[in-house]
């Protein structure tokens, strides 16, 4: 089992290049002012050049509007958009015909009612991520740390390709995927020293844990065949 690694709330170079060397297949840029790791398109450029192909560029936007998302698409370039908002299919559908980039939708997960009405979102989105819900109190969406019942997820019929994200680190995100058996897993907090600040050893330890349980079915796997 192949499982996509992305990093995401990159904003030095130093966070992005752990990132890349430690072999993250996704590397995320926050465009949202409320965020500490918020980028101007000026930060956004210059990163984005530092990728140089050797990870998809995902921008996170939320329910941003389309001058906003002009400027992202000409200063960093994304392989996809991300959008943490309340985004509906049919503004998907605009955004696809305007920019012609793939889109992940992320949803907020804390029981089963939440993943009810999902099928929706096969219509013009490209993949889902679930995170846990933002506490009352919170100015920005996501799960800030925070963690749901990944069990949650064990049955899930998605009917599109998807992604765990909220409270994941390196010391539970190995438990998180033989729970869920996610093929992506998105993390921020999870690797930092202080908000907003990438820690560079966590996000190589975190990239490690995943690469083990890659490792390890697929040695189960061989030995299943033999």
Do not use: Y
Not at 26 to 51: C, D, I, K, Y
Not at 124 to 140: Q, S
Not at 176 to 198: C, F, M, Q
């Amino acid at each position: 089992m192949s499982v996509t690694v992305k990093i995401c709330g990159l904003s030095t170079p130093e966070a992005l290049d752990a990132a890349l060397d430690a072999g993250a297949d996704m590397v995320g840029f926050v465009f949202f002012p409320p965020s500490p790791r918020h980028l101007t398109f000026e930060m956004a450029r210059a990163l984005g050049r530092r990728v140089r192909g050797r990870a998809q560029k995902v921008a996170l936007t939320v329910d941003a509007e389309d001058a906003l998302l002009e400027g992202i698409v000409e200063a960093l370039q994304p392989d996809l958009l991300q959008l943490h908002g309340k985004e509906s299919p049919e503004r998907a559908g605009e955004l696809k015909a305007r920019f012609g980039l793939p889109l992940m939708k992320a949803i907020a997960v804390g029981t089963t009612a939440d993943l009810q009405n999902i099928s929706v979102f096969t219509t013009n989105f490209d993949r889902l991520l679930f995170d846990a819900i933002a506490p009352g109190e919170a100015t920005r969406p996501g799960g800030l740390g925070a963690s749901f019942d990944w069990r949650l997820l064990q049955s899930l019929e998605s009917g599109l390709p998807w992604m765990l994200s909220g409270g994941l680190n390196p010391d539970n995100v190995m438990e998180a995927l033989r729970i869920t058996h996610a093929r992506g897993v998105d993390v921020s907090s999870g690797v930092e020293r202080a908000p907003g600040e990438k820690d560079p050893d966590k996000i190589r330890a975190f990239v490690r844990m995943v690469r083990a349980v890659e490792d390890h079915l697929h040695a189960s796997a061989i030995t299943s065949l033999a």
